[in-house]
T-cell receptor, first 113, second 113 residues
Framework: ETGVTQSPTHLIKTRGQQVTLRCSSQ?????VSWYQQALGQGPQFIFQ???????GRGNFPPRFSGLQFPNYSSELNVNALELDDSALYLC????????????FGPGTRLLVL | GENVEQHPSTLSVQEGDSAVIKCTYS??????FPWYKQELGKGPQLIID?????GEKKDQRIAVTLNKTAKHFSLHITETQPEDSAVYFC????????????FGKGTHLIIQP
């Protein structure tokens, strides 16, 4: 176990709704990265948070947004949900942003109907 | 941006035999290459990683080799066991880390008893 926790484990939403996913980083880790993993695919980088600021972003639209809190935990928010947003959402924590090892949580499975 | 190709997509080996999974990357700035194992319903688990200042790294039955000139790296698992059955992902990251990890599409490793 990595010490990275995510909630909820599963979620069902309908198209057009909004969702918030949560992540607690491993003790001592100050950086959280979020990934989307579609069925049968590798994870795709959404964005990274460091010191409560977005530090980098992948090819995802602005309706994907995030927050990081002073205790380094993080939220991923997705607005105007689309059917293609159905996926496993993973967060990973690391100590710093300079290419340090990333440790993943168990993920949140989101189904959009 | 970075592109990571992974082969094969499925690999079936007899218990006790060796397994090799290969990846290529496109961005010469990438300098960190982790391998993750993902079991059904779980998040990716780091099994070994290598940085571009070394050519090979070994941890018990698992080894990774890196050829920077050819831009490819490989995972070697010896004396395979049933518990090695899982999906394995290679990934690459440039030094800054702000672009996150770029993953391959995964290899489903099946260990035949």
């Amino acid at each position: 176990e990595t010490g990275v926790t995510q909630s909820p484990t599963h979620l069902i939403k309908t198209r057009g709704q909004q969702v918030t996913l949560r992540c607690s980083s491993q003790s001592g880790h100050n950086t959280v990265s979020w990934y989307q993993q579609a069925l049968g695919q590798g994870p795709q980088f959404i964005f990274q948070y460091y010191r409560e600021e977005e530090n980098g972003r992948g090819n995802f639209p602005p309706r994907f947004s995030g927050l990081q809190f002073p205790n380094y935990s993080s939220e991923l928010n997705v607005n105007a949900l689309e059917l293609d947003d159905s996926a496993l959402y993973l967060c990973a924590s690391s100590l710093g942003t300079g290419g340090e090892t990333q440790y993943f949580g168990p993920g949140t499975r989101l189904l959009v109907l | 941006g970075e592109n990571v190709e992974q082969h094969p997509s499925t690999l079936s080996v007899q218990e006790g035999d060796s397994a090799v999974i290969k990846c290529t990357y496109s961005d010469s700035a990438s300098n960190y290459f982790p391998w993750y194992k993902q079991e059904l319903g779980k998040g990716p688990q780091l099994i070994i990683d290598i940085r571009s200042n070394v050519g090979e790294k070994k941890d018990q039955r698992i080894a990774v080799t890196l050829n920077k000139t050819a831009k490819h790296f490989s995972l070697h698992i010896t004396e395979t066991q049933p518990e090695d059955s899982a999906v394995y992902f290679c990934a690459a990251m440039a030094g800054g880390g702000a672009d996150g990890l770029t993953f391959g599409k995964g290899t489903h490793l099946i260990i035949q008893p």
